[in-house]
């Protein structure tokens, strides 16, 4: 984590004097200066505000992409790699992310923590929550650049690719 920030700023100080608005809050916590996050770590509080400048300083050198985070870019490579390091003890399926891990096995347990609060319908993963969500309000973000249809969720997005594209 500390070595993203070490990369741009030799010091902590460098790193504090060029963010002149994020300021140490009581009890020695930092803050950002878009919205109420705060921690102990100034290191921290420079990771966070990427996600609201958008800057992507990490490139994979495969295929271009950015990335705000050097874990997520590691991430990334794997889908270059072909690895998977997370196997599922059950049924032996491997995954890219532990968090993918994590909600696969749910699929063994029937675990289903997430609930529609309109139909009461439940989900094993969030993602999936806010995709059936959609099809209460009728929202529709992912969209086409080929024939502009749109969809509920990124995988129906793919899915049309694949078949109508390809």
């Known amino acids: ?6 990369s741009f700023f030799s010091v902590p100080t460098e790193l504090f004097e060029s963010q002149p608005t994020t300021r140490p809050r009581r009890g020695g916590l930092y803050h950002c200066e878009f919205c109420p996050y705060f921690t102990r770590y100034l290191h921290h509080v420079a990771r966070h505000k990427r996600t609201h400048t958008g800057e992507k300083r990490f490139r994979c050198s495969v295929c271009e992409m950015a990335f705000a985070e050097t874990d997520t870019l ?3 490579m794997r889908t270059h790699t072909g690895e998977k390091p997370y196997r599922c003890e ?3 399926k491997s995954f890219v992310k532990n968090s993918r891990l994590v909600i696969h096995k749910r699929v063994h347990t ?3 923590p997430y609930q529609c609060g309109i139909c009461e319908k439940t989900f094993s993963d969030q993602s999936n929550l806010l995709s059936h969500k959609r099809t209460h309000s009728g929202e529709r973000p992912y969209k086409c650049e080929a024939c502009g249809q749109a969809f509920r969720s ?4 793919g899915r ?3 078949r109508m594209h390809k």
């Open 1 to 6: 984590e500390d070595e993203d920030s070490q």
């Open 74 to 76: 590691q991430t990334h």
């Open 90 to 92: 059950v049924c032996q």
């Open 110 to 112: 029937g675990e289903k």
């Open 154 to 157: 990124k995988t129906h997005l």
């Open 160 to 162: 049309h690719r694949e």
